[in-house]
């Protein structure tokens, strides 16, 4: 099974300023059909997940643009351009690439 | 607007039975693959199971295979996990969720909690 790793576990952030994610995976994402199978979702207190980021880079409709997601192979980073109050929570990604699916462990989000 | 209400949680004994049950909206369900997800308190997130659009294909994560059974019912939008044998690493919140692939998954539900405990 591909095992997702997720660094920093906690970060703490200031408001307006920039926050970035590192996962990665333990073998690469590239499926046979040409696309990653790599997402980030958010999950707010008290609340279910919801996908931020698709297919590493595609971001959902109604997804803040200060949200975004690059990388390939096996390393993926979900970047915060400036973070807002709204985007404290835990945020994971998840691999569908390799079956079973699975996710990393979840960085958690607050405000300095 | 997609919508997906988990039901069907509750308390239960070490060893017994419980059906969750998931109605669907907002989307066409038979076109989608589903998903039940799991979240243990104050853990992070398992896949448990997936149901292709047709039912014609199932998978299990292997720590509930032969103990819970995935089903649909396309003529209800309804989405079911049948879980036995329960223990109380099973207790957990209870996703249901959509993907328009197997490889994805779009949307999710509210959870349901599902609590092992004698």
């Known amino acids: 099974d591909v095992v997702m790793t997720q660094s920093p576990l906690s970060l703490p952030v200031t408001l307006g300023q920039p926050a970035s994610i590192s996962c990665r995976s333990s073998?690469?994402?590239?499926?046979?059909?040409?696309?990653?199978?790599l997402n980030w979702f958010q999950q707010r207190p008290g609340q279910s997940p919801r996908r931020l980021i698709y297919q590493v880079s595609n971001r959902d409709s109604g997804v803040p643009d200060r949200f975004s997601g690059s990388g390939s192979g096996t390393d993926f980073t979900l970047k915060i351009s400036r973070v807002e109050p709204e985007d404290v929570g835990i945020y994971y990604c998840?691999?569908?690439?390799?079956?079973?699916?699975?996710f990393g462990q979840g960085t958690k989000v607050e405000i300095k | 607007e997609v919508q997906l209400v988990e039901s069907g949680g509750g308390v239960v004994q070490p060893g017994g039975s419980l059906r969750l049950s998931c109605t669907a909206s907002g989307f066409t369900f038979h076109h989608s693959n589903m998903h039940w997800v799991r979240q243990a308190p104050g853990k992070g997130l398992e896949w448990v199971a997936l149901v292709n659009g047709d039912s014609s294909a199932t998978d299990y994560a292997a720590s509930v295979k032969g103990r819970f059974s995935i089903s649909r019912d396309n003529s209800k939008n309804s989405l079911h996990l049948q879980m036995s044998s329960l223990r109380s690493d099973d207790t957990a919140l209870y996703y249901c969720a959509s993907g328009m692939t197997a490889r994805l998954i779009d949307y999710w539900g509210q959870g349901t909690l599902v609590t092992v405990s004698s």
């Open positions: 073998q690469s994402l590239l499926y046979s059909d040409g696309n990653t199978y």
């Open positions: 998840m691999q569908g690439t390799d079956w079973p699916p699975s």
